[in-house]
T-cell receptor
Framework: DTGVSQDPRHKITKRGQNVTFRCDPI?????LYWYRQTLGQGPEFLTY????????KSRLLSDRFSAERPKGSFSTLEIQRTEQGDSAMYLC??????????????FGNGTRLTVT | AQSVTQLDSQVPVFEEAPVELRCNYS??????LFWYVQYPNQGLQLLLK??????LVKGINGFEAEFNKSQTSFHLRKPSVHISDTAEYFC???????????FGAGTRLFVKA
């Protein structure tokens, strides 16, 4: 169990640029989640995958955001035409779904995005 | 839809004193409850969880929490805190059989010498 890893740890970009983040979940976990955390707030749910299928997207996720999980392994989160309001910590988490049991979330250390 | 309220945004406490971090949730169905801790510049770590069974659950680092269904609460306690417990603590809820975990806004625990 090598844990959930996210890359990069920090990203500074200019308004209007596109950015892409990567998440590698724990290998045997079939569920993958993206959350966003701003200063002084708890993580807010963005989207989740069961294997390679994206099963729900939050209304927080505008059309500028897209997430993929090809082959049910790693995932990418892309933000197009970034805005200053996108500045936040983007967290990835994974869990194992077995029958009706869903294991607790295991989080990565996050990618901190700063849009200037 | 489920929601989580953490009643205190900050809790200052002296070392070796007891502490309670309060959490209330709302849901119309059965729930799983969690406490996560986030140390500075680190990711969230699971502190403890309630899935079913005994309403008193014990976690890592001497923390425990009690599920109270009638009061829809899941307060976190520790009888004697250490400086190293200084961190942000998040209460979270997942509806039974569901997929989405919802987090509270967090409580910053600050332990003073």
């Amino acid at each position: 169990d090598t844990g959930v890893s996210q890359d990069p740890r920090h990203k500074i970009t200019k308004r209007g640029q596109n950015v892409t983040f990567r998440c590698d979940p724990i290998s045997e976990h079939n569920r993958l989640y993206w959350y966003r955390q701003t200063l002084g707030q708890g993580p807010e749910f963005l989207t989740y995958f069961q294997n390679e299928a994206q099963l729900e997207k939050s209304r927080l996720l505008s059309d500028r955001f897209s997430a993929e999980r090809p082959k049910g392994s790693f995932s990418t989160l892309e933000i197009q035409r970034t805005e200053q309001g996108d500045s936040a910590m983007y967290l990835c988490a994974s869990s194992l779904r077995q029958g009706i049991y869903n294991s607790p979330l295991h989080f990565g250390n996050g990618t901190r995005l700063t849009v200037t | 839809a489920q929601s989580v309220t953490q009643l205190d945004s900050q809790v200052p406490v002296f070392e070796e004193a007891p502490v309670e971090l309060r959490c209330n949730y709302s849901s119309s169905v059965s729930v799983y409850l969690f406490w996560y801790v986030q140390y500075p510049n680190q990711g969230l770590q699971l502190l403890l969880k309630y899935l079913s069974g005994s309403t008193l659950v014990k976690g890592i680092n001497g923390f425990e929490a009690e599920f109270n269904k009638s009061q829809t609460s899941f307060h976190l306690r520790k009888p004697s805190v250490h400086i190293s417990d200084t961190a942000e603590y998040f209460c979270a809820v997942t509806e039974g059989g569901g997929f989405k975990t919802i987090f509270g806004a967090g409580t910053r625990l600050f332990v003073k010498a």
